[in-house]
Nanobody, 127 residues
């Protein structure tokens, strides 16, 4: 069982930055792919970014490319999402998730392929 805990959310003005962290409880984290999803009020959960277990490959949805960076530190069992140039439309609850096995964009972008989820952290961007 892998428990994931997000932190780092908050209120920020448009153009600002936040770094989200996702801490995992088990060493198995180091062999799991990690993803970030978000859900805004009244909208479906959407894929944001993912990183393979080794950190060698990353995937992003088009709306965050060039602004967000996903990374991980397996020694600390922690994944990160650095968010720069934030926009009001980035406002959402952000969730981290883990899955195992083959990493492709199609698979990493689908929430149903993830086995473990955190409880979420709120990010609010004011205009």
């Amino acid at each position: 069982q892998v428990h994931l805990v997000e932190s780092g959310g908050g209120l920020v003005q448009a153009g600002g930055s936040l770094r989200l962290s996702c801490a995992a409880s088990e060493r198995t984290f180091s062999i799991g792919n990690m993803g970030w999803f978000r859900q805004a009020p009244g909208k479906e959960r959407e894929f944001v970014a993912a990183v393979t277990w080794s950190g060698s490959r990353t995937y992003y949805t088009d709306s965050v490319k060039g602004r967000f960076t996903i990374s991980r530190d397996n020694a600390k069992n922690t994944a990160y999402l650095q968010m720069n140039s934030l926009k009001p439309e980035d406002t959402a609850v952000y969730y981290c998730a883990a899955n195992f096995g083959t990493a492709t964009y199609f698979r990493m972008a689908r929430s149903e392929t993830y086995d473990y989820w955190g409880q979420g952290t709120q990010v609010t961007v004011s205009s």
